[in-house]
């Protein structure tokens, strides 16, 4: 079966580092998409990686590693803002999207 | 530039009512999907269109129907509203069906059935 795995929920300090992890089992893959999801509102894209290595885009960077099945997104010097949940999904064989259960991150003053 | 419309916000059903969720997209997208969002699980595929007059079916199809008359339009029609569809229901739609695309989600529907 297709599986992802992230923590259920992280917490964190205003102006700290968080690494979100996301760990999949797929048939087939064709990329990792990272969603943020504030409380009560849509999903919104945050970042795309279909090859190796780190993307950095501002405050958050995400890496990924197809040998491992693993991705992480980092966030820096985090702000109150930024407590939401954090959605992995992974792009299967088919092109079919296959969603995370997502990452709950709080953020405290 | 509006993006991704789904009305209504909020909805209250009781069992074997039928109702229609709308989702329309001013993007000219080709992709449209619905998705239902439960606790303590990812987000769940029920139907998806590539382009008017496709549609088909996601992992959690039964219980639901799409039609996709025109491309900026695509409503999910619950036929007879049973508890186990009380959720948050997400309209989604992407420039291509083509590989892998950014998704535009709409605002939500959050729908109670008793």
């Known amino acids: 079966g297709q599986n992802i795995d992230q923590p259920t929920e992280m917490t964190a300090t205003e102006g700290a580092i968080v690494q979100i992890n996301c760990t999949y089992q797929?048939?087939?893959?064709?990329?990792l998409f990272w969603y943020q999801q504030h409380a009560g509102e849509a999903p919104t894209f945050l970042s795309y990686n279909v090859l190796d290595g780190l993307e950095e885009k501002g405050r958050f960077s995400s890496f990924l590693s197809r040998s491992k099945g693993y991705s992480y997104l980092l966030l820096k010097e985090l702000q109150m803002k930024d407590s939401a949940s954090y959605l992995c999904?992974?792009?299967?064989?088919?092109?079919?999207?296959?969603w995370g259960a997502g990452t709950k991150l709080i953020i405290k003053p | 530039n509006a993006g991704v419309t789904q009305t209504p916000k909020f909805q209250v059903l009781k069992t074997g009512q039928s109702m229609t969720l709308q989702c329309a997209q001013d993007m000219n997208h080709e992709y449209m999907s619905w998705y239902r969002q439960d606790p303590g699980m990812g987000l769940r595929l029920i139907h998806y269109s590539v382009g008017a007059g496709i549609t088909d079916q996601g992992e959690v199809p039964n219980g639901y129907n799409v039609s996709r008359s025109t491309t900026e339009d695509f409503p999910l029609r619950l036929l007879s509203a049973a508890p186990s569809q009380t959720s948050v229901y997400f309209c989604?739609?992407?420039?291509?069906?083509?590989?892998?695309?950014?998704?535009?989600f709409g605002a939500g529907s959050r729908l109670t059935v008793l």
């Open positions: 999904a992974v792009v299967d064989s088919n092109y079919q999207l296959i």
């Open positions: 797929t048939s087939g893959f064709n990329g």
């Open positions: 989604a739609s992407s420039y291509s069906a083509a590989g892998a695309n950014v998704l535009t």
